[in-house]
């Protein structure tokens, strides 16, 4: 089994990178970390949300371009790691030292999930010795989950949790929450006809900075898709919206840590009240 440490980055192509940047700056709270490639074409943008050198990076390309990173402890797991994907049948790609050098991390392998998400699982993600505070005051405290489309969740679900060391959390309907820490989950898998990443979180400090996002967002003309709410399944208050290229971003806090190591999944229906608490219905194709 390959036991994942955190979840390490999302790396998203965009057709304009500057309104991207601009979006993760003003909007996100993200300060920017690193440029590269040249001044036109192959340019990417890696930004900071925590004490980490980079969290989300944008880059010029295809939008439907994703990658989810996720750090392994050492170099040994990771070469460990690649050999039981080839022995599974995956496809294993070796970062190259360029590549490496724009992930900031020591080294890098690629594969795709059962659904054909692209993610990498790298080693030495840099921390930063400058500290991390947020472009405005979103109350960000860092990069937390994403969620990922799976075209068959239920076989998904056994690839994360056997291949791969994430444990359920709780269901909702097909769709699995997945733990590789303490925190209640760090990855989620919804039920969709394609692959790719289908939201971003962010952990944000208290319930004012999501009130506050929320009156922000408006004052923007950026729609609020889901929330201000309380997941009945983490505990989270969250505020879901819309970003760049279609993506949705979460900002929540107050997620529950599961401490129990053998704690049982709970299943939840697939239904409104099992994704809020106080009311709010998601207009989030998603979760319709
Ligand atoms: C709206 C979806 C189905 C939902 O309820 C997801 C749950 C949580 C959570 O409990 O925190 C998420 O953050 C998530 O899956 O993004
Ligand atoms: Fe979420």
């Not at 925590?50 to 040994?76: I, N, W």
């Not at 080839?86 to 059962?114: K, M, S, T, Y």
């Not at 408006?218 to 309380?230: C, E, H, L, M, T």
Request: with cysteine.
């Amino acid at each position: 089994m390959i036991a994942l440490k955190d979840i390490s980055y999302v790396r998203l192509g965009t057709r304009d990178l500057d309104g991207a940047c601009r979006y993760a700056n003003d909007i996100l709270g993200l300060r920017e970390g690193q440029r590269y490639g040249p001044p036109r074409h192959g340019r990417a943008v890696g930004f900071r949300s925590d004490a980490r050198e980079q969290t989300l990076v944008y880059f010029d390309g295809d939008p439907a371009d994703h990658t989810t990173g996720f750090e392994l402890s050492s170099m040994a797991e990771l070469q460990s790691a690649a050999a039981e994907l080839e022995r599974l049948g995956h496809a294993v790609r070796e970062g190259r030292p360029d590549e490496c050098e724009q992930r900031r991390v020591q080294a890098f392998i690629g594969f795709n999930d059962p659904s054909g998400n692209a993610i990498e699982l790298a080693v030495a993600p840099f921390h930063s010795g400058v500290r991390f505070f947020p472009t405005r005051d979103t109350g960000n405290t860092g990069f937390s989950h994403v969620g990922l489309r799976s075209t068959d969740p239920a076989r998904d679900e056994r690839f994360w949790t056997t291949v791969l060391s994430a444990k359920v959390s709780d269901r909702i309907g097909a769709a699995p929450l997945l733990r590789i820490d303490e925190v209640h989950h760090k990855i989620a898998l919804f039920p969709s006809a394609y692959a790719g990443v289908q939201h971003i979180n962010h952990q944000v400090a208290s319930i004012d900075d999501l009130m506050r996002a929320w009156y922000l967002l408006q004052s923007r003309g950026i729609r609020v898709v889901f929330g201000p709410g309380k997941h009945p399944t983490s505990g989270a208050m969250f505020l879901y919206f819309e970003g760049p290229d279609g993506m949705v971003y979460e900002f929540s806090s107050g997620v529950r840590m599961v401490t129990d190591p053998d704690a049982p999944p709970r299943q939840f229906p697939f239904h409104p009240t099992s994704f809020c608490m106080w009311g709010s219905v998601p207009d989030i194709p998603e979760f319709r």
